[in-house]
């Protein structure tokens, strides 16, 4: 896999078609940060393998045909009836809370599992496979709730809810919250090196929480730094910078471990 930018396809050109792209089936802004973050990164014209799973309706791939337009493109999901063919080299109809990917598919550039991590009720199952097939200088990346929102910190004191998890059980894809510092520790164990985190705030409505994030940060910070936790925090990553108090969702991007 060859990083760098592209020569044929300039950075304005870029930015132009990410301010096209289909929202998807996760938060607005998610699916072309995710774009913006591989296009800067990689060669857009090489032959990259991507992955996306689980895939949904098939609009993230469709989505990254534009910005690597030379790229081989593979889902999986339980079902295949919403994906249109020609977005996808193959699709793989799985359950991947309980059953790894074939190893026939070879190995992937790109692996992508955007809101998906939150469906599986064996997170560290799901992405031990994902390792599996990842090239050994390839990129996972992981999108999921934010969880420490004023919005979320908010309902939850005066509801006991967050606002994508109700607090009751029913049958919801998205059922299972998992906070960042479980979710980075989980990927660890997986035998996955978390790399860059980013907290994605994807219109302006989430910046009318500033006035109360504000304050709180200042708070937070005082805390933070005079409890030990900014010490204690081995992640490498900043796990509280000020955008993560009014956005809705974050992407990690992950390495694989490799042994010595």
Known sequence: MKEGKSSVSPRGNMSALLDQLERGNTCPGVNAEILRYLGRRLDRESKLRFLDVPCGDGLFLQSAAR?????????????AAVVPRETV???????????????T???FDVITSISGVMEFGNALFFLEGLREILTDNGILIVSNDNLLSIRDRLLYAFFGRTSQYKGFVGDFPTWKPIPLDVLIRTLREAGLAPLDLKFIAPNIREYLWTPIALPIYGIQRLYDRFSGFDNANNSGLHLRPFNSLISRHYIIACRKVLAT
Do not use: C, T, Y
């Open 89 to 103: 080299a193959e699709f793989v109809a799985i359950d991947a809370a309980r059953e790894h990917l074939p190893k």
């Open 67 to 79: 910005i690597f337009p030379n790229s081989e493109r593979f889902g999986a999901d339980l079902s």
């Open 105 to 107: 598919l070879g190995k």
